[in-house]
């Protein structure tokens, strides 16, 4: 079985989106997408405040990360994006760009995610910890994906999250 062509490595803030979408794409041979780089400005001085965004905020940027989600698979490519993705909605709208997508949700304790962020340079503070767990809602039965268990060394979540993939 071939893996899927369209990938986002989902889960709230400090979960590894980056380091696993990353080793993802180079393993599958795709174009990486780092989301936070498609975040209009506004949205990062919001959220460096230690403001949650909301709906109307996360709307644009989700729709920009669809376009080129899009824009990869009119080009032929299979991509890797890193995108918390944390409600059902959200990934409805990250699938305008492509219906088929497979979600990698990274998940993790409290506890493992804030240890993490209080040790990295990033524009989400670790107070908004909390309401990212509390927004985030668990893959449904009908979406593709698998739910990867991210308290582990990354070695392990990535040769975890390869083999769903390639399962899928």
């Known amino acids: 079985m071939s893996a899927p062509r369209h990938l986002v490595v989902m889960g709230v803030t400090a979960t590894g989106k980056t380091t696993v979408g990353r080793a993802l794409a180079e393993a599958l041979g795709g174009v990486f997408v780092e989301g936070d780089t498609f975040h209009p400005q506004a949205n990062i001085e919001k959220m460096s405040a230690g403001i949650p965004l909301d ?48 979600f990698v949700h990274l998940d993790s304790t409290f506890d493992v995610l804030l240890d993490r962020m209080k040790r990295r340079t990033h524009f989400m503070p670790p107070s908004l910890l909390q309401s990212q767990l509390d927004t985030l809602e668990p893959l449904e039965p009908d979406e593709a994906g698998a739910v990867i268990d991210d308290n582990q060394a990354v070695d392990a979540v990535f040769a975890d999250a390869l083999a769903a993939v390639r399962a899928a």
Request: some cysteine; hydrophobic content about 40%.
């Open 55 to 102: 709906d109307d905020d996360r709307r644009p940027w989700l729709r920009a990360l669809a376009d080129e989600i899009a824009r990869l698979d009119a080009a032929g490519e299979l991509s890797v994006t890193a995108c918390s993705a944390l409600r059902r909605p959200y990934r409805d709208w990250l699938r305008e760009g492509y219906a088929g997508l497979f």
